[in-house]
């Protein structure tokens, strides 16, 4: 396995609201774990919330006691956004604050991957192909027939997400399973990513840089912010 992250603030914010988990080794029962959270709310209340959320997911998975990895993330979540929840009503500076999060492990020949938001898991063999589904509005209006899937990142509502951690007493996470193999790549990104770069020219910069993960996301966070750098860019690149 060979992996690389990297977060970048962009070329228009002023502070990196994203906060990146990459780890190999063994987390608690999970041999690897990797996450990415995307903050949202004022310039504290992000940074708070994207923080809180990665350090006690990967708190509650060292402690874990439930035997499955989808249990286990579940359970994270969810301490998670309770914590971040009761923290914003504390704090007037941190009200309204929440995060996006995306997250896997690796165990055998299967990715466990959850996530809530819009922060993505694309998996990439003969093609890159998305595999979490984003709860935003856009996704929503796809989903819909009302715009073709190509509008969705230059839509004016791109940015309005309909569920995050911290936002609500309980959030539902997406669980999903897929089978890896030797030669795939998995990339987690936030929407600093996609909404600056389509899926066709993400593959086509892992492609060209399969051999160097860091190569490879250095030069998607590069091109990123020549698209325009409109929010903070984190990217996991996972090669099995």
């Known amino acids: 396995m060979k992996t690389f992250s990297i977060t970048d603030t962009g070329r228009v914010r002023t502070s990196n609201q994203d906060y990146v988990f990459c780890e190999e080794n063994a987390i608690g029962s999970f041999p690897n774990l990797f996450l990415v959270a995307d903050g949202m709310g004022g310039h504290k209340a992000g940074d708070t919330a994207s923080r809180m959320c990665v350090e006690e997911i990967v708190s509650r998975i060292q402690k874990a006691e439930r035997k499955t990895p989808v249990g286990i993330m579940e359970q994270a979540i969810e301490s998670a956004n309770r914590m971040i929840y009761e923290k914003s009503t504390e704090a007037e500076e941190l009200a309204g604050m929440g995060t996006t999060i995306v997250g896997t492990t690796i165990q055998n020949n299967t990715a466990y991957i959850v996530n809530v ?81 389509d899926d066709v020219e993400i593959e086509k910069i892992v492609r060209e840089n399969i051999e160097d993960m860091k190569k490879a996301g250095e030069s998607l966070v590069r091109q990123a912010n020549e698209a325009g750098g409109k929010d903070n860019i984190s990217v996991i690149l996972i090669r099995l």
Not at 119 to 144: A, G, N
Not at 146 to 154: A, G, N, P, S, V
Not at 172 to 190: A, M, N, T, Y
């Open 117 to 197: 938001g819009d922060s993505r898991l694309y998996q990439m063999r003969d093609v890159l192909q998305q595999i979490t589904v984003d709860h935003s509005l856009v996704e929503e209006m796809v989903q819909s027939g009302e715009i073709q899937k190509d509008e969705m990142r230059t839509h004016p509502n791109k940015n309005i997400i309909t569920r995050a951690l911290g936002t609500d007493m309980a959030v539902r996470p997406d669980c999903f399973e897929i089978e890896v193999r030797e030669g795939d790549v998995l990339l987690l990104c936030s929407d600093g990513l996609s909404n600056m770069l």
